[in-house]
């Protein structure tokens, strides 16, 4: 595949991050066996889970990463405190960030892997109930991504 068919791909528009005000950022491990919804601020680095997550979600299907999945979380970021910069900001943030996130994870520059990313930010609602953090979500176009982490996966 081209560069060119491969930026074509790249998330241009964002995945939204359901503003739920009140609830705090608290992460927590993923919980053996667990593979039901669980709130999106729970998300830490390593989860992994199933589920399309375009839009505003605020709940995803966490499951074992040794379970076949549809996406994991390699990568936070926290954007710097002060106002809301805007939307078009947070996901330049977003982008840049998590494709050099991305090939330090995965072993190789994103231009020349398979898989693809998306990332959950934080929206002007959530970033006034203290919401700093990016996650960056890798999965596979064509699929599942199986079972195990993807890091180091060089493809």
Not at 120 to 137: F, H, K, M, N, Q
Request: with cysteine.
């Amino acid at each position: 595949m081209s560069d060119t068919d491969r930026n074509l791909r790249r998330p241009t528009a964002a995945i939204l991050l359901a503003a739920v005000a009140g609830i705090a950022l608290a992460g927590c491990s993923l919980i053996p066996g667990n593979n039901v919804d669980s709130n999106i601020f729970t998300l830490v680095v390593g989860d992994c889970f199933n589920g399309d997550i375009d839009g505003e979600v605020s709940a995803v299907a966490f499951v074992e990463c040794s379970e076949a999945h549809d996406r994991e979380v390699f990568a936070s970021i926290i954007m710097n405190e002060g106002e809301y910069p805007g939307l078009d900001a947070v996901v330049d943030q977003a982008d840049a960030a998590c494709v050099t996130e991305f090939d330090a994870f995965v072993g190789v520059r994103y231009e020349d892997s398979i898989y693809d990313f998306g990332y959950l930010y934080p929206l002007a609602e959530s970033w006034a109930t203290g919401d700093r953090e990016i996650l960056c979500v890798i999965y596979d176009p064509a699929g599942k991504i199986g079972s195990g982490s993807l890091a180091g996966a060089a493809r």
